[in-house]
């Protein structure tokens, strides 16, 4: 079944430190970009970042309002995503998701179920 | 930056057709891309590059868009079609933006 599923969500301090991951299964992980999306409490969607594929070296992209702070990464041998996020703001509570775009094209056919950030003291 | 507006809400008699705008400056010439969310739940693409509906997706959900309006139209509304509903485009200097989403509301 071709599915993703994050983890690691939780509370965290304003100004700590927290890392997400998605495990991918049921398609070929390493051929395809990976991003990250979120969405605050009864607010809209927002998108987080990117991560291309080895054929495109891995490089990455940002919104600009987690840009410097968080770092997406990519660990082929267990076909997972990562998302690293750092000097976490109360603004950055959310509920986070890994989705996939099909090859060539810029739409998310493919969501996990997500996991919630909780940015409080 | 892009900019996706879309309208806060969309009231709908079942049976009825229900039509959710997407504007944006020149969105005519992006491939726009649509979701449904149901609370609690991850999106769902609906339809994308305009108009076109991933498999499963019932005939009744179609897009269009030209100048600076996209449209997603929901035929024969049912009770089940009661979500909230995002536009979303590639923006060359955005990168992937979505629009505010729409909740629609089945009367």
Redesign the interface.
Known sequence: EVQLVESGGGLVQPGGSLRLSCAASGFSFSDHYM?W?RQAPGK????VG?IRNKANNDTT?Y??SVKGRFIISREESKNSLHLQMNSLKTEDTAVY?CARPPTG?????L????TLVTVSS | ?YVLTQPPSVSVAPGQTARITCGGNNIGSK?V?W?Q?KPG?????VV??DMDR?SGIPKRFSGSNSGNTATLTISRVEAGDEADY?C???DSSS???????TKLTVL
């Open positions: 991003d999306v809209g969607l927002e998108w990117r992209a919104a600009a998701y094209h810029w739409y998310f056919a969501w996990g179920r997500g | 930056s491939s891309n979701y969310q739940q991850a999106p769902v693409l994308y590059d991933p995002y979303q485009v590639w990168d992937v933006v979505f629009g505010g989403g």
